[in-house]
Nanobody
Framework: VQLVESGGGSVQAGGSLRLSCAAS???????MDWFRQAPGKEREGVAR???????VYASSVKGRFTVSKDDAKNTLYLQMNSLKPEDTAMYYC??????????????????WGQGTQVTVSD
């Protein structure tokens, strides 16, 4: 099982980035998620893509971030618009079949990617 994130970088506030997560060795995942962790803070759920196509977003990113998935490429995306300095964090791709409700639980995650850094400056 491998989740490989890419697309991170440094942008100014108001800018956009698109993160990608290429998944291999896994199929039929009920949930594919994006989490993030800022220095000194707990890891938090950002966005979820369910196998039925429905999505869940943290309130802090709703309306600015969009999660999507290309099944043919088995790749998860996170389009991030109107970025703010508080979005600065390491962003992780994750997947689980244990819990796919409207809340993010770290303990339910089965597989993690290595992370990609997003830095937003004023």
């Amino acid at each position: 099982v491998q989740l490989v994130e890419s697309g991170g970088g440094s942008v100014q506030a108001g800018g956009s980035l698109r993160l990608s997560c290429a998944a291999s060795g896994i199929t039929d995942r009920h949930c594919m998620d994006w989490f993030r962790q800022a220095p000194g803070k707990e890891r938090e759920g950002v966005a979820r893509f369910r196998s039925d196509g429905s999505t869940v977003y943290a309130s802090s990113v709703k309306g600015r971030f969009t999660v999507s998935k290309d099944d043919a490429k088995n790749t998860l995306y996170l389009q991030m618009n109107s970025l703010k300095p508080e979005d600065t964090a390491m962003y992780y791709c994750a997947t689980t079949n244990r819990w796919c409700d409207n809340y993010f639980f770290l303990s339910a995650i089965q597989f993690w990617g290595q992370g990609t850094q997003v830095t937003v400056s004023d």
